[in-house]
């Protein structure tokens, strides 16, 4: 008897210190580390267009079965120099999308920026907010003629539609938008496009507004076509190209609705057009697509 029990002993394996191990993992849900992802793919292309000079204007691809919110793919900043030349796709190419083509020349060579302002039709609103100085850019009003990276904060002279002092409404405006909850262009904005003239300059009751007009593109690029003859000095904000000289996704980069533009939704990277001119007047032409909310949390997604 005591020999069958000694040879059922040598039978039994003793366990050893890895199989604990995971008997104590099973026994509080255990789960291995998430393994670190590559570089974040971009988002796809608002529009494809071909640039002045036989360039491709950059396109991206959204990763496959959609992800969380990214910034831009390839970073965000200010292209600075002086105003060159302004075109604009021919209506016979520009297909399902329609841009604009600002260049400027800096140090580094002429930099290039595609306006995506969509179909001659419609589907996106501008705003133009013409009643700031210099010293309203911030740091990006120092900044010499070339390309510099900006960080997505509020004192690095990066651009937040909903955010930045220098583009947001009076009070009374945004108590108005708040209590009505008018995220997008509406009512509210046609009737500060008739006001504008005359209550912008009654500041004691924070009446300052700029609406946001919905608008084809062809008067949308007209709009800022009329800025640039004289200007003195042009800032381009949105991403870089990732080939050659050159920025594109100069719009409002957060509050997309679910869908491939979503993925590089992010505060305080905004793109958009600054025009100084003589007398140190600038000018800031703003560009959204109707489908994006001017309400959005700290990463840049739409809220309720």
């Not at 949308?220 to 800032?235: G, K």
């Not at 000289?245 to 305080?268: A, K, M």
């Amino acid at each position: 008897m005591k020999k069958a029990m000694a040879a059922s002993r040598s039978r039994t394996a003793i366990p050893t210190f890895s199989s604990l191990i995971a008997m104590l993992c099973t026994l509080v849900t255990c789960r291995r580390p998430v393994e670190e992802v590559g570089p974040r793919p971009c988002r796809a292309s608002r529009g494809r267009s071909i640039l002045r000079g036989g360039a491709p204007a950059p396109e991206c691809r959204p990763p496959a079965g959609g992800g969380g919110p990214m910034t831009l793919s390839h970073g965000y900043g200010v292209a600075v120099g002086s105003f060159v030349e302004f075109t604009r796709d021919p209506a016979e190419e520009y297909g399902h999308w329609y841009h604009g083509h600002l260049v400027i020349a800096t140090p580094s060579g002429h930099y290039r920026a595609a306006l995506d302002v969509d179909k001659p039709g419609g589907g996106i609103s501008y705003r133009i907010v013409d009643d700031l100085r210099s010293h309203d850019l911030g740091p990006v009003a120092g900044l010499a003629p070339g390309f510099h990276v900006l960080a997505a904060t509020p004192t690095s002279g990066a651009l937040d539609y909903v955010r930045s002092p220098v583009l947001r409404d009076g009070f009374v405006v945004r108590w108005v938008r708040i209590w009505f909850k008018l995220w997008y262009a509406s009512w509210l904005d046609r009737i500060l496009g008739r006001l504008h003239p005359v209550a912008r300059w009654i500041p004691r009751l924070r009446w300052r507004s700029f609406p946001w007009l919905p608008s084809s593109g062809d008067h949308t690029l007209n709009v800022l076509e009329a800025l640039l003859p004289t200007a003195t000095r042009i800032y381009i904000f949105g991403e870089p190209f990732t080939t050659g000289l050159g920025v594109h996704n100069v719009h409002q980069n957060q509050g997309d609705p679910p869908g491939p533009h979503q993925v590089e939704n992010g505060i305080w990277q905004d793109g958009a057009v600054a025009v100084r001119t003589a007398g140190d007047h600038v000018t800031i032409w703003q560009v959204k697509f109707n489908t994006q909310s001017l309400r959005t949390g700290d990463d840049g997604l739409p809220l309720p």
